[in-house]
């Protein structure tokens, strides 16, 4: 598949242009994907999702204290955001960075990914990305290996069929599995595909639907 995405800087914030590209961009056989913290209103992520063909959102905690604290912004809007993506019947996934002592409590994990199960699905892809310091927050330390593998035990456990670990390999939760048949189906090291075993969409082995974007 042909792919053009727009992220790190928030895409939000060029709109026309991304509407004009993806236009663009679609005419010529390409796929568009969007990754946003989606702090934005209902109409203008209308017209988003009309030109793109699937959302990595950063859920960036739990909590409006944490919103206000560290964006600025308020927690509300990015969840009726994500349900607005969802309803529209896009492929959509989750990250969450988890903040040593910001965001890193396993009660606000657990509401998080009940969360996402009730008002998402529980095939919605959920990654755990590992936080490095820099810029205001040098003063933390990389978020642990284990409080990573708590968050995926934690989502795996409340229900949710494609957790991972970003940021931090090579692990094993940097691959996908199947939810039925446990078979690997994709093999990474962080962001390089080592091995691509899914085939029309499906579990090569026992046939399982994996949500994705596939042709």
């Given amino acids: 598949i042909k792919i053009v995405a727009f992220s790190y800087t928030e895409p939000v914030v060029f709109l026309e242009w991304i509407e004009a590209v993806s236009r663009a961009a679609h005419r010529k056989g ?25 959302f990595v959102v950063t859920l960036k ?18 969840l009726e955001a ?55 927050l040098r003063n933390l330390l990389k978020t642990p290996r284990k409080t990573l593998e708590t968050a995926v035990k934690i989502a795996k456990d409340v229900g949710l069929k494609f957790v991972y670990i970003v940021n931090l390999a090579p692990h094993p ?8 048949c446990k078979t690997p189906l994709i093999k990474r090291v962080g962001l390089r595909i080592l091995e691509n075993n899914i085939k029309d969409g499906r579990c090569p082995k026992c046939g399982r639907k994996i949500p994705g974007v596939w042709k």
């Fill in 61 to 78: 905690g739990f909590t409006e204290q944490f919103y206000r604290r560290v964006t600025g912004a308020s927690l509300k809007p990015v």
């Fill in 173 to 180: 939760a940097n691959d996908t599995y199947c939810p039925k």
């Fill in 82 to 136: 994500l349900k607005q993506i969802k309803r529209a019947g896009k492929h959509l996934e989750v990250v969450n960075l988890i903040v040593p002592t910001y965001n890193d409590k396993e009660d606000e994990i657990r509401r998080m990914c009940v969360w996402v199960r009730d008002n998402l699905g529980e095939e919605t892809p959920m990654m755990f990305s590992r936080f490095v310091p820099a810029y205001k």
């Fill in 30 to 54: 390409y796929r568009c994907v969007l990754a946003s913290a989606a702090y934005i209103n209902p109409q203008p992520l209308k017209r988003l999702i009309s030109v793109t063909d699937a």
